[in-house]
């Protein structure tokens, strides 16, 4: 009987683990209206040293952190190592965004840049 409850405990956290994974990722499809409304200024110009959307190259090191460093790094903001200014501002400085709009822009950047 212990081994058949470990088994179904093992279960139910990997399929919790799973399904949290899931949740945390972006829809690019959904992300292209936040992007076009948010994102564009900076991320189309390269303002502020802002990867421009679709450079695989600027992109390449980023993407490798993985798309939930991304998320963070955007909702929180982000700080170059040994620079004096955010490269990223928290939210892009639209307070108003949902951390699911932001996973959803930063879904379609990932996407378009890979």
Not at 22 to 48: F, L, Q, R
Request: hydrophobic letters at 40%.
């Amino acid at each position: 009987m212990s081994r058949f409850l470990s088994a179904a405990l093992c279960a139910l956290f990997v399929c919790s683990v799973c399904s949290t994974e899931a949740s945390a990722a972006g829809n690019a499809t959904k992300g292209k209206a936040v992007y076009d409304a948010n994102c564009t200024a900076c991320h189309t110009a390269g303002i502020g040293g802002a990867p421009k959307l679709g450079d695989k190259v600027a992109w390449k090191p980023r993407i490798k952190q993985g798309e939930a460093v991304l998320v963070t790094h955007t909702i929180k903001g982000w700080k170059t190592p040994g620079s004096t200014g955010m490269a990223m501002i928290p939210k892009a400085g639209k307070p108003n965004l949902t951390d699911a709009q932001i996973a959803d822009a930063v879904a379609l950047m990932v996407k378009s840049s890979k």
